[in-house]
């Protein structure tokens, strides 16, 4: 507004009016949803709405109730067409009711053995197979314990890169042990998981990846 007046311009009214307008809107994600697309109705992602505020939460009911969003200063934009809404969560806190009850909840587990193996081979082909059968059946054997935090896919993909970067051709229980950091995140699980635990399950792992 200065800046405004600095050029010569003095009515405050206009100057304020053309700063409150659609041509200084930046279209963030949330709103480029509500637009028209002619493809069909857009797709918009919320990834790990767990890691976002309340004040987030409170603002999303908006757009999944109405399909709207309301600006202050502009009015409220509409979808002409309600878009798809997909949220995530990792459950770091809970989601509050008054947002789910506006989704439809679906439960996405872990996969399995098969599902975890091709995934593994096809982001990390250069994994030998043989160790490739033994960390997915050494994390699938994991995510069994008790843990206060299972191993995801994630974290068998960055467990893979590393012993691939150790030149590990099979699991062997010094390795999984000094390796252990890179699939357990809480040092109580770290703790758990020791010698005599990791010498079994590479035993269990052994005859299991043996037999297939």
Request: with cysteine; aromatic share 6%; proline share 7%.
């Given at each position: ?61 908006e757009v999944l109730s109405d399909f709207q969003i309301t600006i202050p200063e502009l009015g409220t934009v509409k979808a002409p067409a309600p878009p798809i809404i ?121 005859r299991e990846t043996a037999e297939a």
């Amino acid at each position: 507004i200065r800046l405004a007046e600095a050029a010569g311009e003095r009515d405050r009214q206009a100057i304020t009016a053309d700063i409150f307008s659609e041509r200084h809107l930046l279209r963030r994600p949330l709103l480029q949803a509500l637009e028209p697309q002619p493809e069909g109705p857009p797709v918009l992602l919320v990834d790990e709405l767990d890691r976002t505020d309340e004040a987030f939460e409170a603002f999303l009911l908006e757009v999944l109730s109405d399909f709207q969003i309301t600006i202050p200063e502009l009015g409220t934009v509409k979808a002409p067409a309600p878009p798809i809404i997909v949220l995530t969560s990792n459950r770091t806190r809970e989601i509050h009711d008054a947002l789910k009850r506006r989704c439809l909840y679906h439960w996405v587990d872990y996969p399995s053995a098969e599902r975890e193996l091709a995934i593994l081979r096809a982001r990390l082909p250069d994994v030998p197979a043989r160790l490739s059968a033994q960390i997915v059946a050494f994390v699938q054997a994991l995510r069994q314990e008790d843990l206060f935090k299972v191993p995801g896919v994630a974290e068998t993909l960055d467990w893979a890169s590393a012993l691939v970067e150790l030149d590990a051709a099979s699991l062997d229980p010094a390795m999984v042990a000094d390796t252990l950091g890179v699939l357990l995140k809480y040092q109580d699980d770290i703790a758990r998981t020791d010698a005599p635990r990791i010498e079994k399950l590479i035993d269990a792992v052994r005859r299991e990846t043996a037999e297939a």
